[in-house]
């Protein structure tokens, strides 16, 4: 079957196997390794990824239910000069990651809660990133990555998710638009 979408602000159009999921499109046919394979039940949180700029598991959508859609995936987050968005420097700055395995899925959920709510409480980053799971750490420092981020987006002093990647550019949080 012939699926065409958008993948990171590239227009795409292949053959893919009605029963092929989404994580494995973006893998094994795009070669998009940052989405994870983590449990292939939507337990884990580690193949998430923004479809029309909402968070959602790959895992559980298959690729055809993409055709005519945008997928996000975390290396769509990062300019093409290789500045990081705010999400994924606030990770950075604020030692959001531990081994890395997570940390996809972790900033793309992050992303996307932050697009729906960009003033979250403490309370509500717990609440959106229920569905993501670190084996590594407490997550108090991802919860604080997700603060500051939301913080200096709503703060204007950051221009790292907004810089131009040639005829793409993002917006505040770091999806190509």
Do not use: W
């Amino acid at each position: 079957m012939e699926i065409k979408l958008t993948v990171n602000g590239v227009t795409r159009s292949d053959e893919v196997e009605p029963r092929l999921l989404l994580i494995h499109y973006l893998r094994e046919t795009l070669d998009l390794r940052a989405a994870n394979i983590g449990c292939d039940t939507t337990s884990c949180g580690a193949c998430t990824v923004l479809l029309d700029g909402e968070s959602v598991k790959s895992c559980t959508v298959l690729a055809v239910q993409a055709n005519g859609r945008s997928v996000t995936t975390a290396e769509g987050l990062v300019a093409a000069d290789g500045t990081m968005s705010v999400v994924q420097q606030a990770f950075r700055e604020n030692h959001g990651l531990q081994c890395g395995f997570c940390t996809p899925g972790m900033v793309m959920a992050s992303t996307g809660l932050l697009a729906e709510n960009p003033h979250p409480s403490e309370q509500e980053v717990r609440e959106g990133l229920e569905g993501n799971f670190c084996r590594c750490t407490g997550y108090h420092n991802i919860v604080r990555s997700v603060l500051a981020a939301a913080e200096k987006l709503s703060g204007g002093s950051s221009s790292a998710g907004t810089s131009s990647a040639g005829s793409s550019s993002t917006d505040e949080t770091g999806v190509l638009a």
